[in-house]
T-cell receptor, first 114, second 113 residues
């Protein structure tokens, strides 16, 4: 089956702008999680969407938001970009079996804020 | 909240040797622990999972141990090869937490020929 698709792969934005990233999960998966990865902080959980509803949320400011559509595709949005938002944003297509989370990651979107 | 620590320094070993990576956690005992491999510019790829009631798990040249008393997992790659060079991440959580995994910072492994 097809893997997780994230678009775009690379993005350069200016401080103060906003950005929208897209993720298409594995067919049949209803849950999508988003993570931010930076050299200093590692992989940090942003939020999770399941059946179009936010199910979990990490400790990020309200500038970070997301949504999920009826076809399970998800978008995340960052408004009023700051230099510190430069990171690799990873989307994971989630399957839960007997209480255990299995995460299948996309290639990520490399966001650079200048 | 849960905190995970992995080998902070990069690990450099010679081809053919065994690489051993460490994952220590504080706070609650996780229900399970996973190891992922990440290559530069790519997303993590799942390697192995070990449950709280398991001491050891093997898959080909990979072996994971889980010691809930020490609050530690060890990840071994035997007969290492240059192609094993990558960053290895551990992740853990309790059951039924949905898509929220807690990750360590990762350990960069470099295998020299």
């Amino acid at each position: 089956k097809a893997g997780v698709t994230q678009t775009p792969r690379y993005l350069i934005k200016t401080r103060g702008q906003q950005v929208t990233l897209s993720c298409s999960p594995i067919s049949g998966h209803r849950s999508v999680s988003w993570y931010q990865q930076t050299p200093g902080q590692g992989l940090q959980f942003l939020f999770e969407y399941f059946s179009e509803t936010q199910r979990n949320k990490g400790n990020f400011p309200g500038r970070f938001s997301g949504r999920q559509f009826s076809n399970s595709r998800s978008e995340m949005n960052v408004s009023t970009l700051e230099l510190g938002d430069s990171a690799l944003y990873l989307c994971a297509s989630i399957e839960t079996r007997r209480g255990i989370t299995e995460a299948f990651f996309g290639q990520g979107t490399r966001l650079t804020v200048v | 909240s849960q905190k995970i620590e992995q080998n902070s320094e990069a690990l450099n070993i010679q081809e053919g040797k065994t690489a051993t990576l460490t994952c220590n956690y504080t706070n609650y005992s996780p229900a399970y622990l996973q190891w992922y491999r990440q290559d530069p510019g790519r997303g993590p790829v799942f390697l192995l999972l070990i449950r709280e009631n398991e001491k050891e798990k093997r898959k080909e040249r990979l072996k994971v141990t889980f010691d809930t008393t020490l609050k530690q997992s060890l990840f071994h790659i035997t007969a290492s090869q240059p192609a094993d060079s990558a960053t290895y991440l551990c992740a853990l959580d309790r059951y039924n937490q949905g898509g929220k995994l807690i990750f360590g910072q990762g350990t960069e492994l470099s295998v020299k020929p």
